[in-house]
T-cell receptor, first 115, second 115 residues
Framework: DTEVTQTPKHLVMGMTNKKSLKCEQH?????MYWYKQKAKKPPELMFV???????INESVPSRFSPECPNSSLLNLHLHALQPEDSALYLC??????????????FGPGTRLTVL | AQSVSQHNHHVILSEAASLELGCNYS??????LFWYVQYPGQHLQLLLK??????LVKGIKGFEAEFIKSKFSFNLRKPSVQWSDTAEYFC?????????????FGTGTLLAVQP
């Protein structure tokens, strides 16, 4: 099973709201990722968690706050977002985050609209 | 800095035509190379990957790609496209340096296959 699930599929929020995106995988992977994809653009890495520890933050604004409660779950907490943050947010996982022969598997994404 | 170039932004083909999508990367060290596909309304799926060994890699759905190290290229090919191949195709590179698995995506090529 190479499935990564994400909820919700769609989210509309105001600039003062607080919401969370969720990602789950049951492949026993120890690395999980958040990407942001704007329309007609490639995915851009936001965060990497390795063994439940944050290992990469690509200079993402603090209004995005990741959390990895356990090895299967990855959350992205959103607060005080801007309209330009509207995008498809993708979660991915891989066996681990070290250099080697691991492949990232992507979830379907959450389509976020900030009003 | 590592980068990935996909020179064809939009390709239109008729069914049964042959396909070649270009991908060039800039990084002098060891790389792992990937092609991902994103069908309309669906999530990113892995088409094929190159880690080492035979530079001609076969993937799913009749796709193949050839790694040419001297040209820093990893072009995607399919001898005969189908309407169902209409999708966006992303080339991605992972530089094997440091401790973390970071994918750099190209800008994508939108393929439209006309019946």
């Amino acid at each position: 099973d190479t499935e990564v699930t994400q909820t919700p599929k769609h989210l509309v929020m105001g600039m003062t709201n607080k919401k969370s995106l969720k990602c789950e995988q049951h492949m026993g992977h120890r690395a999980m990722y958040w990407y942001k994809q704007k329309a007609k653009k490639p995915p851009e890495l936001m965060f990497v968690y390795s063994y439940e520890k944050l290992s990469i933050n690509e200079s993402v604004p603090s209004r995005f706050s990741p959390e990895c409660p356990n090895s299967s779950l990855l959350n992205l907490h959103l607060h005080a977002l801007q309209p330009e943050d509207s995008a498809l947010y993708l979660c991915a996982s891989s066996q681990d985050a070290g250099p080697g022969t691991d492949t990232q598997y992507f979830g379907p994404g959450t389509r976020l609209t900030v009003l | 800095a590592q980068s990935v170039s996909q020179h064809n932004h939009h390709v239109i083909l008729s069914e049964a035509a042959s396909l070649e999508l270009g991908c060039n990367y800039s990084y002098g060290g060891t790389v792992n190379l990937f092609w991902y596909v994103q069908y309309p309304g669906q999530h990113l799926q892995l088409l094929l990957k190159y880690f080492s060994g035979d530079p001609l890699v076969k993937g799913i759905k009749g796709f193949e790609a050839e790694f040419i190290k001297s040209k820093f290229s990893f072009n995607l090919r399919k001898p005969s496209v189908q309407w169902s191949d209409t999708a966006e195709y992303f080339c991605a590179v992972r530089a094997l340096r440091g401790a973390t698995n970071k994918l750099i995506f190209g800008t994508g090529t939108l393929l439209a296959v006309q019946p």
